[in-house]
C-alpha cells in the first residue's frame, strides 16, 4: 500500500517559482511511475509531468515544459516538483500519483491507483 504527501503549496506572484514536495511510503519500487497532476477550479484533473521512479524517463505536458521540473530522491523517497516562472493559470490543486509500471501513457490519470490529498498553488498575477 502506498501512502503519498504533498507538501508545499502556498501563494505566489507570477513569475516566481515553488518547489512541492511529494512524500511516498509503503513500497515504492523502481517498478512504480510517480506523476504530477492537477485540478483548476471548474476544469478537469490535468496531466503535468511524470516519471520513471528510476528516474530515467521523464515527461511534461506542453503548458510546462521548460518551465517545471520533476525530480526525486530515492533515499529519501520523495518526488518534487520544481515550478519556475509560475503563471496565474498554474493555479490549482496539485496533486501526485503513483502507479506500477506500465506501457499505457503516463498521462492518464486513470492508470494510477495511488493518490495523495493535494496541495494548493496559487499565482497572483
Known amino acids: 500500500q502506498v501512502q503519498l504527501a504533498e507538501s508545499g503549496g502556498g501563494l505566489m506572484q507570477a513569475g516566481g517559482s515553488l518547489r512541492l514536495s511529494c512524500a511516498a511510503s509503503?513500497?515504492?519500487?523502481?517498478?512504480?511511475?510517480v506523476g504530477w497532476f492537477r485540478r483548476a477550479p471548474g476544469k478537469e484533473r490535468e496531466f503535468v509531468t511524470a516519471?520513471?521512479?528510476?528516474?530515467?524517463?521523464?515527461y511534461y505536458a506542453d503548458s510546462v515544459k521548460g518551465r517545471f521540473t520533476i525530480s526525486r530522491d530515492t533515499a529519501k523517497n520523495t518526488v518534487y516538483l520544481q515550478m519556475n516562472s509560475l503563471k496565474p493559470e498554474d493555479t490549482a490543486v496539485y496533486y501526485c500519483?503513483?502507479?506500477?509500471?506500465?506501457?499505457?501513457?503516463?498521462?492518464?490519470?486513470?492508470?494510477?491507483?495511488?493518490w495523495g490529498q493535494g496541495t494548493q498553488v496559487t499565482v497572483s498575477s
Open positions: 509503503g513500497g515504492t519500487s523502481s517498478n512504480y511511475d
Open positions: 516519471m520513471t521512479w528510476s528516474g530515467n524517463k521523464a
Open positions: 500519483a503513483a502507479r506500477s509500471r506500465t506501457f499505457l501513457p503516463a498521462s492518464m490519470p486513470a492508470t494510477y491507483f495511488y
